[in-house]
C-alpha cells in the first residue's frame, strides 16, 4: 500500500502530497507527451504547496477530466479513444 506502480519498473513509494501529484502528472505525461517528462521536477518546484492547480492545469491542458487519477491506468480507458463519446 502506498506504492504507485510505474511502467514495468519498481513501484514509486507515494509519501507525500506533493510525491503523489508528481506521480498523477508524469502519468498524463506518460500517455500524451512524453517529451514534457523531464520538466517535472522544475514544474513541482514552481508550484509548490499548489500541486492540484498544477495538475488540473495539465490535465485541461490535455482535455482529460481533472477529477479522475491517470496513474491509475483504468482511468485512461474512455481517454485513449480516437473520439470521446457524448455524454
Not at 33 to 56: A, D, F, I, R, T
Request: proline fraction near 5%; charge should be negative.
Amino acid at each position: 500500500p502506498g506504492a504507485a506502480e510505474e511502467g514495468g519498473g519498481a513501484p514509486i513509494k507515494v509519501e507525500s502530497k506533493e510525491d503523489f501529484w508528481k506521480v498523477q502528472v508524469e502519468a498524463i505525461y506518460r500517455h500524451r507527451n512524453h517529451h514534457k517528462l523531464s520538466e517535472v521536477p522544475q514544474l513541482m518546484e514552481k508550484y509548490k504547496g499548489k500541486e492540484m492547480q498544477l495538475y488540473v492545469k495539465v490535465c485541461k491542458r490535455y482535455d482529460l477530466d481533472p477529477k479522475k487519477l491517470y496513474a491509475d491506468e483504468s482511468a485512461w480507458v474512455d481517454e485513449d479513444k480516437d473520439v470521446k463519446d457524448d455524454d
